[in-house]
């Protein structure tokens, strides 16, 4: 049964940084496009980025790069999304999230079948 458990997430001033976590387990990831989702208060879950388990190859949308990095250690078998010179308007529940098969990039919550729980973030001004 696969697993994501989100991590890190708090309250933070504007311009400072976090990491969020997320472990998983259930599977092995191997080969698979793990992504990054976040939710604002009364908007739809947004795309944030992607990065292949296995290559470490990361792909952003385009209004996240810059100050978001998605990286992973296997080991751990833990993702990691590091933001930094936090907004107010980076509020939000951050997600990741899991395709049913490796290989696929998706930029839509549609392409993804596995969910964690979320973790909120709060950027204050």
């Known amino acids: 049964q696969v697993q994501l458990v989100e991590s890190g997430g708090g309250l933070v001033q504007a311009g400072g940084s976090l990491r969020l976590s997320c472990s998983a387990s259930g599977r092995t990831f191997s080969n698979y496009n793990m992504g990054w989702f976040r939710q604002a208060p009364g908007k739809e879950r947004e795309f944030v980025g992607t990065?292949?388990?296995?290559?470490?190859?990361?792909y952003y949308a385009d209004s996240m790069k810059g100050r978001f990095t998605i990286s992973r250690d296997n080991a751990k078998n833990t993702l990691y999304l590091q933001v930094n010179d936090l907004k107010p308007e980076d509020t939000a529940v951050y997600y990741c999230?899991?395709?049913?098969?490796?290989?696929?990039?998706?930029?839509?919550?549609?392409?993804?079948?596995?969910w964690g729980q979320g973790t909120q973030v709060t950027v204050s001004s």
């Open positions: 990065i292949n388990w296995s290559t470490g190859n990361t």
């Open positions: 999230a899991a395709p049913n098969a490796p290989l696929r990039i998706g930029f839509t919550v549609g392409s993804y079948r596995y």
